[in-house]
């Protein structure tokens, strides 16, 4: 089983759709969660973190479920610019600075006109 | 705040050269700096991670006399490919963590990447 599984995509949604992603992870003991976007041959960057009592941040909310070992993003009103693969990342180690980052493969986000 | 750079963005090299890739923070203390390599289509593979002034920590499965880390100061680590071959051929990325003031950093930021093409 892999430590942190998304569902591939693609999600190929209209603008103004409100799309929901999935993560599921292995390690009961993972200390902090987040999402990252990866445009294509681009590196990651930081979407959001996740906590237990859920996060939004604008259109985009983040939701961690530690019980169900459940991650979850949810775009609203989705934009062109969106389109994107979608990273689901947990960390493994410890809360100082010298944490693992483990990357789920991704799900790949299509939104057209 | 919390820019990593890398160089080059991207290397074309024959098989059998070794190829030298930097990581910088610009901005802040890098104490932990990660490698990582992408092959398209996958996810991002954690290579090895080191600690300033230390010997790297390589994953399962990573030759640690092929991928040569040094990580001697707080804002720059560097990645050796040595005799590389086509099958290295691949989207290294770099990605830092430690300190802004006093601050510890909560999750790492990543470089632009380096696309390496060996031929």
């Known amino acids: 089983r892999k430590e942190v599984e998304q569902d591939p995509g693609p999600f190929n949604v209209p603008e103004g759709a409100t799309v929901a992603f999935n993560c599921t992870y292995s390690n009961s003991a993972s200390q902090s969660f987040f999402w990252y976007r990866q445009d294509c041959r681009k590196e990651p960057k930081l979407l959001m973190s996740v906590y237990s009592s859920g996060n939004e941040d604008g259109r985009f909310t983040a939701q961690l479920n530690r019980a169900s070992q459940y991650i979850s993003l949810l775009i609203r009103d989705s934009k062109l610019s969106d389109s994107a693969t979608y990273l689901c990342?947990?960390?493994?180690?410890?809360?100082?600075?010298?944490?693992?980052?483990?990357f789920g493969s991704g799900t790949r986000l299509l939104v057209r006109p | 705040g919390a820019v990593v750079s890398q160089h080059p963005s991207w290397v074309i090299c024959k098989s059998g050269t070794s190829v030298k890739i930097e990581c910088r923070s610009l901005d802040f203390q890098a104490t932990t700096m990660f490698w990582y390599r992408q092959f398209p289509k996958q996810s991002l593979m954690l290579m090895a991670t080191?600690?300033?002034?230390?010997?790297?920590?390589?994953e399962q499965g990573v030759e640690k006399d092929k991928f040569l880390i040094n990580h001697a100061s707080l804002t720059l680590s560097t990645l050796t490919v040595t005799s590389a071959h086509p099958e290295d051929s691949s989207f290294y990325i770099c990605?830092?963590?430690?300190?802004?003031?006093?601050?510890?950093?909560?999750?790492?930021?990543f470089g632009p990447g380096t696309r390496l093409t060996v031929l």
């Open positions: 990605s830092a963590t430690g300190t802004s003031g006093r601050r510890y950093m909560d999750t790492q930021y």
């Open positions: 080191s600690n300033e002034g230390s010997k790297a920590t390589y």
């Open positions: 990342v947990v960390n493994m180690g410890g809360m100082d600075s010298s944490y693992k980052l483990i």
